[in-house]
């Protein structure tokens, strides 16, 4: 119940901050408002901190060469610029009374399980 809580909670700042309005990701895509960058950097440091404070040092990973990280980022960030959400905000504009989010979450299910599918035939 506490996980449901907090998730409600996490949605309604995100819904009162704006971070799910199309126009505020619209404006962060074509750099005509600081808004969305103020937030993300926001979130940075309050995580930052937040480790700091918790003094669990995150394990070193290694990137790996190829294709797959541009491959992927350009596929989430084109779902992202064309959608207007991404997948947290996905379920706040739900939540918020917007049905068509409905569409962009059975969309995002959709790619995860055509992912899956195809991930033994994809480079990694």
Same mark, same amino acid.
């Given at each position: @119940?506490?996980? =449901?809580? =907090? *998730?409600?909670?996490?949605?309604?700042?995100?819904?009162?901050?704006?971070?799910?309005?199309?126009?505020?990701?619209?404006?962060?895509?074509?750099?005509?408002?600081?808004? @969305?960058?103020?937030?993300? !950097?926001?979130?940075?440091?309050?995580?930052?901190?937040? @480790?700091? =404070?918790?003094?669990?040092?995150?394990?070193?990973?290694?990137?790996?060469?190829?294709?797959?990280?541009? @491959?992927? *980022?350009?596929?989430?960030?084109?779902?992202?610029?064309?959608?207007?959400?991404?997948? *947290?905000?996905?379920?706040? +504009? =739900? %939540?918020? %009374?917007? !049905?068509? !989010?409905?569409? +962009?979450? +059975?969309? #995002?299910?959709?790619?995860?399980?055509?992912? #899956?599918?195809?991930?033994?035939?994809?480079?990694?």
């Amino acid at each position: @119940m506490r996980y =449901l809580l =907090l *998730g409600a909670g996490f949605g309604i700042v995100l819904v009162k901050s704006e971070v799910v309005s199309w126009f505020r990701i619209r404006e962060m895509f074509l750099f005509e408002s600081f808004h @969305m960058y103020g937030v993300i !950097a926001t979130a940075v440091a309050v995580a930052a901190i937040s @480790m700091h =404070l918790l003094k669990r040092p995150l394990p070193r990973k290694t990137l790996g060469k190829g294709t797959r990280y541009w @491959m992927g *980022g350009t596929v989430f960030g084109l779902g992202w610029g064309l959608s207007g959400a991404c997948p *947290g905000p996905m379920f706040a +504009l =739900l %939540g918020a %009374g917007y !049905a068509t !989010a409905a569409v +962009l979450i +059975l969309s #995002a299910l959709l790619g995860a399980w055509t992912y #899956a599918a195809l991930r033994p035939k994809l480079p990694h």
